[in-house]
């Protein structure tokens, strides 16, 4: 039985996948926090945030595409292991592995731990 916490994941990738930023956001609670404990100046407080840094995202990285390789939900923690690849529009490619911890409630993100280094 797939749990509302993996149907969220699920909605943020098919966003992601399709560069589609509103349907990616719609996925974040408008309080989210998200946590970058080994890099802790890429924290992000707010829906707004995420908005700048996804834009930019899909902007610069127009073939961008993220595997969800492993997802596990206990409680109202989900662990999912992605890999994000694409191509910069200067032609140099873009990877990066790694988990995200997230705290979902209510069908929306509210907090992400995020540990995601250059592939």
Excluded: K
């Excluded at 292991?81 to 990066?96: A, D, L, P, V």
Aim: net charge negative.
């Amino acid at each position: 039985m797939e749990s509302s916490q993996s149907v969220v994941v699920e909605r943020l990738q098919q966003a992601q996948n399709a560069h589609d930023l509103e349907a990616f956001l719609a996925c974040f609670a408008p309080h989210f926090q998200g946590a970058h404990p080994v890099h802790p100046e890429r924290d992000e407080l707010g829906i707004e945030h995420v908005r700048r840094n996804w834009s930019a995202m899909f902007h610069n990285i127009p073939d961008f595409h993220s595997e969800l390789l492993r997802l596990t939900v206990e409680d109202e923690t989900t662990w999912a292991e992605w890999y994000w690849f694409g191509t910069h529009r200067n032609g140099s490619q873009f990877g990066m592995r790694g988990v995200t911890i997230l705290g979902i409630q209510a069908d929306q993100i509210e907090s992400a731990r995020l540990y995601m280094e250059p592939a």
